[in-house]
């Protein structure tokens, strides 16, 4: 699997800033080309798909990219034993799952206090019925007792 990325990584770019949200900043220069990488997990290209799913949300892409992450060491999990060594991935799944809901968590927690911003009351002044007391019943002097 091909995790090619720009090297350097651009801190002012959607994908650099979610390279570095994420923690795969480990590269390994490519001989061949300049300006090109190896990361340890995810390509250029995977993260710009992961943005563009979620809308440009940095915190979503991540989630999105670690429940991916999740699925794949279901998926490949295994419990290696031998004499003095064991080696169990089968239980990957679930800490990165874990990571992925406190990404999801954080977007969420970020749109409440956006959408929060958008409604405002406003007081509308001149509208007041004068005659109504505010438990709805009319005024004595109106000959509603």
């Known amino acids: 699997m091909s995790t090619e990325g720009t090297y350097p990584i651009d801190t002012g770019t959607p994908v650099g800033q979610l390279r570095y949200l994420v923690g795969d900043t480990a590269a390994t220069n490519i001989d061949a080309v300049a300006g090109v990488a190896d990361y340890a997990i995810w390509s250029d290209d995977a993260l710009i798909a992961a943005l563009a799913i979620s809308g440009d949300n940095q915190n979503r892409a ?3 990219l670690y429940t991916l992450l999740a699925s794949q060491y ?3 999990g ?3 034993k031998t004499d003095d060594l064991a080696i169990d991935t089968r239980h990957r799944g679930k ?3 874990e990571i992925a809901r406190s990404f999801y968590a954080q977007a969420d927690a970020a749109d ?3 959408a929060a911003e958008f409604f ?3 007081p509308l002044g001149g509208y007041a019925q004068p005659r109504v007391r505010s438990q709805g019943s009319p005024w004595p002097e109106l ?3």
């Open 62 to 64: 991540a989630g999105s």
């Open 74 to 76: 279901v998926q490949l």
């Open 78 to 80: 295994r419990s290696i």
């Open 95 to 97: 800490d990165m799952l």
């Open 112 to 114: 409440g206090d956006a």
């Open 120 to 122: 405002d009351i406003v």
């Open 143 to 145: 000959g509603g007792w």
